[in-house]
């Protein structure tokens, strides 16, 4: 078994891996007043926030109620300024929120109702044999399959769904090869 793994990847070790464009850039206005236009906006992982000042003194800090939850702080600044901060997939899953929203505040001017939110929506991946969300199928979603290798309940290697990650899921997963 080690063999035939050690073989399937010395066979596909030359691919090369696509490159990505970034996600979208959005754009919420700090200011005029005690205001975030818009307040609530809601944008797919890997997408980036651009907070962009356009009058008075704010800041845009995690949290809610006034409590700073340390996930992103742009501190107090004044205009002209941008604070950019790109909601990842990555920072999602290691920072859990219910329905992915995460809200923030004007340290200020938060009573004041200078609050806001980003919800992060988490697409399907474009193809099941993109085991690592890549958005392509390639060596590092093979050495997934090949380590998951044998029995097994609900893994993701498992692609056709017959509780066993066997030949049949490598030919899938082969048949996807290249972007999703």
Same mark, same amino acid.
């Given at each position: 078994m ?12 030359g691919?090369?891996s ?5 996600g979208?850039?959005h754009?919420?206005?700090v200011?005029?007043?005690n ?10 992982a890997g ?9 008075g003194?704010?800041g845009v800090s ?7 939850d340390?996930?992103?702080n742009?501190?107090?600044?004044s ?5 950019s901060?790109t909601f990842?997939?990555?920072f ?6 219910p329905?992915?929203?995460?809200p923030?505040?004007?340290a ?5 109702g ?7 929506i988490?697409?399907?991946p474009?193809?099941?044999? /993109? *085991?690592?969300n890549s958005? #392509? +199928?390639?060596v =590092?979603? $093979?050495?997934?399959? !090949?380590?998951? %290798? @044998? &029995?097994?309940?609900?893994?993701e290697s /498992? *692609?056709?769904?017959?509780? #066993? +990650?066997?030949? =049949?899921? $490598?030919?899938?997963? !082969?048949?996807? %090869? @290249? &972007?999703?």
């Amino acid at each position: 078994m080690r063999h035939v793994r050690a073989i399937l990847a010395a066979a596909v070790l030359g691919a090369s891996s696509a490159v990505f464009a970034g996600g979208t850039v959005h754009q919420v206005l700090v200011g005029p007043g005690n205001t975030y236009t818009p307040a609530n906006i809601t944008i797919e992982a890997g997408d980036t926030i651009d907070w962009v000042w356009v009058a008075g003194i704010h800041g845009v800090s995690s949290g809610e109620g006034g409590l700073f939850d340390g996930l992103f702080n742009s501190g107090l600044r004044s205009a002209p300024w941008t604070y950019s901060f790109t909601f990842t997939q990555a920072f999602v899953e290691d920072n859990p929120r219910p329905d992915n929203r995460y809200p923030y505040y004007c340290a200020p001017h938060w009573q004041q109702g200078m609050i806001g939110s980003v919800t992060v929506i988490i697409p399907e991946p474009a193809c099941p044999a /993109d *085991l690592n969300n890549s958005g #392509a +199928v390639y060596v =590092q979603d $093979l050495l997934i399959l !090949l380590g998951e %290798w @044998g &029995p097994c309940k609900g893994c993701e290697s /498992d *692609l056709n769904g017959s509780g #066993a +990650v066997d030949v =049949q899921d $490598l030919l899938l997963l !082969l048949g996807a %090869w @290249g &972007p999703c």
